[in-house]
T-cell receptor, first 116, second 117 residues
Framework: DAGITQSPRHKVTETGTPVTLRCHQT?????MYWYRQDPGHGLRLIHY???????DKGEVSDGYSVSRSKTEDFLLTLESATSSQTSVYFC???????????????FGPGTRLTVL | AQKVTQAQTEISVVEKEDVTLDCVYE???????LFWYKQPPSGELVFLIR??????QNEISGRYSWNFQKSTSSFNFTITASQVVDSAVYFC??????????????FGKGTKLSVKP
């Protein structure tokens, strides 16, 4: 158990409304990630963070922003949700010990977001 | 550019059959990592294995085994004597061996395995 929680676990919202998803970890991992999972596409990286206030874009970052003001929390914001952002969102952490990392990631339980 | 291909979208087998899930990757790096993840119907993503590019030994863990062949850029996953509980979507992934931001994972699109009783 990598100590990752996501909130909310389910959300239904309307087009044009802002939405924020939260990822919380309890083990002080430096790297955190947001993915979306859609049928036929597998997992695609939205944004990632390599430290407090250090973030970068992934493959499908348009329409999303992120913030990391504390090590334990990584927030994903949809400024104005669209139906194409209906998806399951996963947060992940990368485990690293003493500067050594093998790059495997461990995932949170996911958030199912529906944009009507 | 890195790429992972899982050509089998769905596989259906009967319990106790052996099944192999294929994974073919592309990378220009000489050192890299390969991974398999399992996503059961409950939805969570479970890490199964990591393989380093410099270690081509096959690995066996109970009914699971992995065959890594650099010559064909493949990292196939075999389940022996499949069980209903093996029903899941399985993802293969690749990353550069460098740490930091270069170590991001590239996922295949997944193979859905259904094991019928």
């Amino acid at each position: 158990d990598a100590g990752i929680t996501q909130s909310p676990r389910h959300k239904v919202t309307e087009t044009g409304t802002p939405v924020t998803l939260r990822c919380h970890q309890t083990e002080n991992h430096r790297y955190m990630y947001w993915y979306r999972q859609d049928p036929g596409h597998g997992l695609r990286l939205i944004h990632y963070s390599y430290g407090v206030k250090d973030t970068d874009k992934g493959e499908v970052s348009d329409g999303y922003s992120v913030s990391r003001s504390k090590t334990e929390d990584f927030l994903l914001t949809l400024e104005s949700a669209t139906s194409s952002q209906t998806s399951v969102y996963f947060c992940a952490i990368k485990s690293a010990e003493a500067g050594l990392t093998y790059n495997e990631q461990f995932f949170g339980p996911g958030t199912r977001l529906t944009v009507l | 550019a890195q790429k992972v291909t899982q050509a089998q979208t769905e596989i259906s087998v009967v319990e106790k059959e052996d099944v192999t899930l294929d994974c073919v990757y592309e990378t220009r790096d000489t050192t890299y990592y390969l991974f398999w993840y399992k996503q059961p119907p409950s939805g969570e993503l479970v890490f199964l294995i990591r393989r380093n590019s410099f270690d081509e030994q096959n690995e066996i863990s109970g009914r699971y085994s992995w065959n890594f062949q650099k010559s064909t850029s493949s990292f196939n996953f075999t389940i022996t004597a499949s069980q209903v509980v093996d029903s899941a979507v399985y993802f293969c992934a690749l990353s550069e061996a460098r740490g930091g931001s270069q170590g991001n994972l590239i996922f295949g699109k997944g193979t859905k395995l259904s094991v019928k009783p």
